[in-house]
Structures are given as structure tokens and as C-alpha cells.
């Protein structure tokens, strides 16, 4: 009956907020921590990773603008996928020559890991930088590859 009037989800109650920050921190734990395989969530922080599949190969793009490829390290161990990385802030000289009033870059060293699926083959993967764009093919194994057989004539 009230809830014609108020919505509980929007309305200042502390009760509501607490139900509110639950529920988004269950999502949050639930969307990364059940994460099994190449194709699932990995969360959303720094940097984003899209991943995409065709017949032949895996694509995983990962968005770390201002990094080069010396600041990058990618391997594959075990079935998994690591992506490493380092960003420096700014120089402490910089810093100490000027006030900073806000900062949003992210600065500092990240690891990203991906479960890869067992139709990979882990000794053709190749890792290329672009822009930003660590751009990572995931080559199927050949026997896994759909195969297209020609039809002929009796």
C-alpha cells in the first residue's frame, strides 16, 4: 500500500540501503568469483578486457592506454591466461611542483588472469600493442576446427 507512494529501493531508509549495498556486493562477488573460463565475466577494474571468438581463434582485447609494451607482460601457464602490467604515476617532481586536485588515473601494477578452454593451442598465441590495445589471438587447435568437406558427384 505505501509502496504506491515511496519506492523502498529509492528512498532514504537505512534499512533499504543496507538490503541495496548487500545485493550489489553479492553481484559483484558472484560475477567474479564464479567466473570458470575464457568467456566469463572478469570483473571491472583496471584495465577492461573484451573477449571475443571466432571458428578459428580466440580474441582477447585488453584497454591499457598510456602503456607500452616494455610496461606489459603476457604469458600462458597451466591452461591460464596472465596479463601483467605496470603504470607509473606521476613523476614525484611533477607532483611537487603543482597542487593536484584530482587523480583518476590509475596508477601502479595490475594482474589479470583468464581459464582458458582446452580446444587453445597454447604454442601459436601470439600478443601485439597498439595505441593501448594489447590485442592477444588464441589460435584453436586444428583438430577442433570446423572442417568443411566438399561434396562430389557420383
Known amino acids: 500500500m505505501w509502496f504506491d507512494l515511496i519506492d523502498p529501493w529509492d528512498a532514504d531508509f537505512s534499512f533499504f540501503n543496507e538490503l541495496n549495498w ?5 553481484e559483484s562477488w ?3 568469483a564464479l ?11 583496471f584495465p577492461l578486457i573484451n573477449v571475443g571468438e571466432t571458428d578459428q581463434e ?5 584497454f591499457a592506454p598510456g602503456m607500452d609494451q ?6 600462458i601457464q597451466d591452461n591460464l591466461l596472465t596479463i601483467e602490467g605496470k603504470r607509473e604515476t606521476l ?9 593536484v586536485y584530482r587523480q583518476e588515473r590509475f596508477s601502479g601494477e595490475f594482474v589479470k588472469t583468464l581459464s582458458l578452454p582446452d580446444s587453445v593451442n597454447p604454442e601459436s598465441i601470439e600478443a601485439r600493442v597498439k595505441n593501448g590495445i594489447v590485442t592477444i589471438t588464441l589460435p ?15
Do not use: C, M
Open 30 to 32: 558472484a560475477s567474479g
Open 70 to 75: 616494455k610496461d606489459l607482460e603476457v604469458r
Open 35 to 45: 567466473a570458470r573460463d575464457l568467456r566469463a565475466h572478469t570483473g571491472g577494474r
Open 58 to 62: 580466440f580474441k582477447v582485447y585488453v
Open 22 to 26: 548487500l545485493r550489489s556486493n553479492l
Open 140 to 154: 584453436k587447435k586444428a583438430a577442433l576446427q570446423p572442417k568443411r568437406i566438399e561434396v562430389r558427384a557420383a
Open 91 to 99: 613523476a614525484e617532481k611533477d607532483l611537487q611542483e603543482s597542487t
